[in-house]
Every structure is written in C-alpha cells, then in structure tokens.
C-alpha cells in the first residue's frame, strides 16, 4: 500500500486511511478508526484481530501522526506480535517497534 505522500492524485492522508480501511468489516474499521482511549479487540482466531490492531496503527501513526512510541500493540501470543510487527513494517517501513508491538506476558511481566 502507498504511503500518503506517494498517493497518485494528491489525496494522501485520508485516502491511505481510506486503503487500510477497506480489507475491514464495520466493527474492525470502527476500532480502527477510534481516537480517545484503548481499543481492545477480543474475537476467536482467524477474525482479522491482527489485521484490525496493524491497520490501527498505521491509522495513528501515519495518518494521525501520533508517535509510534506512544501506541501499544499487545497480544496474547510472541507469534501475533511477531505478525502485527511485519505487517507495520510492510505498510509504514522500518519503524522501531519495540516493546510497541508485545505479548502481554511480556508487558505485565508474566
């Protein structure tokens, strides 16, 4: 996917949000596109929980322009992290995600 400022037509942010949105059904794009307070996605596997959390991300990040070390990723498996940290990756590039995109033992220390 085209970052903002390689958007054809000069339509940058909001059609890059626009993008991320659109591999979303209503209640994932709804999470994604909430800005006041966490954001927790519960569903079983195979729901697109991954794929909600890195289009919110990107969201915040890109689009928003809130500071990647001021967002919290947390899942409950070091595979998922691993995941949702590629998929960043592949859409905002190189970005130091760090503890940003963690396991929850990881983060509460379990």
């Not at 006041?36 to 079983?44: K, M, P, T």
């Not at 689009?63 to 905002?92: H, P, Y």
Request: proline share 4%.
């Amino acid at each position: 996917m085209a970052k903002p400022d390689e958007e054809a037509g000069g339509q940058g942010a909001e059609a890059f949000a626009e993008g991320l949105a659109e591999a979303l059904n209503p209640e994932q794009r709804r999470a994604m596109l909430a800005t006041e307070g966490a954001v927790r996605v519960i569903a079983g596997p195979g729901t697109g929980k991954t794929r909600t959390l890195t289009a919110r991300f990107c969201y915040l990040a890109d689009t928003l322009g809130v500071a990647s070390q001021n967002i919290l990723c947390a899942t409950f498996t070091n595979r998922a992290a691993g995941e949702m940290k590629s998929r960043i990756r592949g859409v905002l590039g190189d970005l130091d995600l760090g503890l940003i995109c963690t396991s929850t033992p990881s983060v509460c220390g379990c």
